[in-house]
């Protein structure tokens, strides 16, 4: 089947459902809030039963994760995202279902090839690039500090 790349237009303008962004947006700030209070609500609850603040940020980002990795094992973070859209990409919860999700789909081709292959298949790109941009800045920065004396 030969199409031109007009009629591929028309065809996935006719296939993809129009996206209303006066419900879309509202729903993805309300939900990408909620899971920014809870965050910050675990932070105040962690350091109200005695954590200093680097160490209830790190049990927050640890809660956080592993509530993201559990409602994406019991298929809900799916049926939140479908509500709460880019609102559910908020950085520490989002990562952890993008390792989840794919490694959940692949553990049925074992635990080698389908769930250590392809957990990162989503997120691998992001810590390449992530820890690649870490490096060319630490770098940059180290130079520039040896002309500043800094």
Excluded: W
Excluded at 72 to 84: C, F, N, S
């Amino acid at each position: 089947m030969n199409i031109s790349n007009q009629e591929y237009g028309e065809l996935t303008k006719k296939r993809s459902p129009n996206s209303k962004l006066y419900k879309t947006l509202p729903k993805a700030f309300i939900i990408g809030g909620i899971i920014c209070t809870l965050g910050e609500g675990l932070l105040n609850l962690y350091t109200y039963l005695g954590l200093d603040e680097t160490q209830a940020g790190a049990i927050t980002s640890m809660t956080l994760i592993f509530l993201s990795a559990l409602l994406t094992g019991l298929e809900l973070y799916d049926r939140i995202a479908q509500h709460g859209g880019a609102g559910t990409l908020v950085p520490i919860t989002g990562f952890a279902n993008a390792v989840v999700s794919p490694a959940i789909d692949f553990k049925s081709e074992g635990y080698v090839l389908g769930l250590g292959a392809k957990m990162f298949v989503i997120a691998g790109p992001v810590i390449v690039y992530g820890l690649t941009a870490s490096v060319i800045y630490g770098l940059i920065y180290y130079i520039i500090g040896l002309f500043t004396g800094g």
